[in-house]
């Protein structure tokens, strides 16, 4: 096997780049959990943050075609504030009460609980100390509800004398017949105290610059790879991206293992390990930056004019459109995958592995289907065009969610993932960048990678999230996904017919047996007037 040296900096950039986005990316929400703060309000963010990928992403891809000289700089200024601000929640202080890691507990007996006093009762605008929350009974012989008080132990809760009373009195005549109960609490109702505090807003500032700096990155870097590659260099993205998804995969299964190993069992985990992995990689990231040779580009007069008229397009159009519907797809299996995981765990009594079928289903996707695709992508795209392997991935997306509604229990999602996240995210991302990359004007390359960017994981996740959120509350888990596995077969049906009636005759041929010559070899092999 022959070494490519001149692409060997690029493979070291995606490796330690999304190393470095490995420890922190897929644990995000449960950290954000672990400080205090909300599913709801988590959701909340994660709808609005796409429509910031969307300004974002073009914004900064101009910005580096522009200033076409210092992009390296500007590249490696993006990948260091991303890093601190992804390191910088390290230093974020706890909330103040205890924090509810689970909301289900066993074999629990109120009958030895206390009455609380009056004086305990902790004045909802201090934020500090106790916290309320009702409290659902299940026993032998009788089912009921009340409000319990808590307060922090080493910040995780229990129910013991010590740390737990009964808020009423009208309470304990059920607790005196009541023993060894199943008990599922609500949510504590913090949000005064959670929005006030420097935590909750320090948190979301750093997550949603820590998030638009991945994402601008990510763009720039696929639209740096492209420029590596060269012309006609399109179908080798996928041999360079793979290398990617094997740093991600690896440094978020050290940083689990790690996490789990460092916190010694207890719910409250420390993710000392984890940003250290992110400074590590980060650190290697940057300095493999330095050693990246970007070659000369023939640049563009006006980018904004050729971008502008590239838009005009009806073809461009609609590939942004599918391009949207994609990016819909993806955001639900990112944002609800794992969710409706644990609601089908519940059911099928497999809460207690949980974790552990998230990690393997993380491994499953990385290490698995995206390593094989995102090599073969480049094959894949070359046997059969933009327009049929587009197609193909959507059949794929309804094949992966119709499955996944339809397993049993939670273990058999973890073979779906291996053999459907490959066909599906990994070969439809590498379909998009590369024909991005095919229709971009010269010197416009990072600009119109933003703008395709912007509108799969940025519009599209931005709808995703929000309609599969209420999606899933009005109509459930299974309803919900068997809804986008008809959206995605309809998808796939109308793009094959458009494929065939018009796109067929107007989208760039992978196939073609033109041969391109790079801007420097077209003026060696040129004979130019004296001027």
Known sequence: ??????????????????????????????????????????????????????????????????????????????????????????????????????????????????QCSSETFTQPGLCMGAKYTMCHWTCSNNTFSMPIRFEAIEGDISFTENNTCLAYTNTTSHCSISNNCNVNCDNFDDRHCLYTSITFWGFILLMSLGNIGFNVCNSISDAICFDVLGEGGEMSYGRQRVWGTIGF??????????????????????????????????????????????????????????VFQLLKLKPIIIFLCFATIAGILDSFIIYFLFWYLEDLAIVTGHMGEIKLIEGLIVA????????????????????????????????????????????????????????????????????????????APPGTSATVQGIVAGMDDGFGFAIGSLAGGILYKLLGGVTTLRLLSSLAAVTALMYLILHLMYLKHTMPDTKSTVEWKSPQEAKDRCVVADT
């Open 364 to 439: 499953a996707e990385t290490l698995g289907g995206e390593v094989i695709f995102f090599s073969l992508s480049g094959k894949i795209l070359k046997k059969l065009g933009f327009g049929y392997t587009f197609t193909l991935c959507f059949v794929c997306y309804s094949l992966r969610l119709g499955l996944i509604s339809l397993a049993s229990t939670p273990w058999w999602v973890i073979p779906i993932e291996l053999f459907m996240q490959g066909p599906t995210y990994a070969l439809c991302y590498t379909s998009i960048v590369a024909y991005a990359s095919k229709i």
């Open 1 to 114: 096997m022959k070494l490519n040296y001149k692409q060997l900096p690029v493979k070291a950039h995606y490796f330690f780049f999304m190393a470095a986005m490995g420890p922190i990316l897929p644990f995000l929400p449960v950290y954000g959990k672990q400080l205090g703060i909300s599913t709801i309000v988590m959701g909340s963010i994660t709808a609005i943050l796409p429509i910031l990928f969307l300004i974002a992403k073009p914004a900064f891809g101009f910005l580096v075609d522009y200033f076409d000289s210092w992009r390296k700089t500007i590249f490696m200024m993006l990948l260091g504030t991303t890093s601190i601000c992804y390191i910088c929640m390290y230093f974020l202080p706890a909330l103040s009460g205890p924090i509810l890691p689970g909301h289900a507990f066993e074999n629990v007996s109120c009958a030895s609980l206390k």
């Open 249 to 306: 995969g690896i440094s978020a299964f050290l940083a689990g293992y790690a996490v789990d190993y460092w916190s010694d069992g207890k719910l409250i985990k420390v993710y000392t390990p984890a940003f250290l992995l992110i400074f590590v990689f980060s650190f290697i990231d940057i300095f493999c930056c330095r050693k990246l040779k970007l070659p000369i580009m023939a640049g563009s007069g006006n980018i904004l004019k050729d």
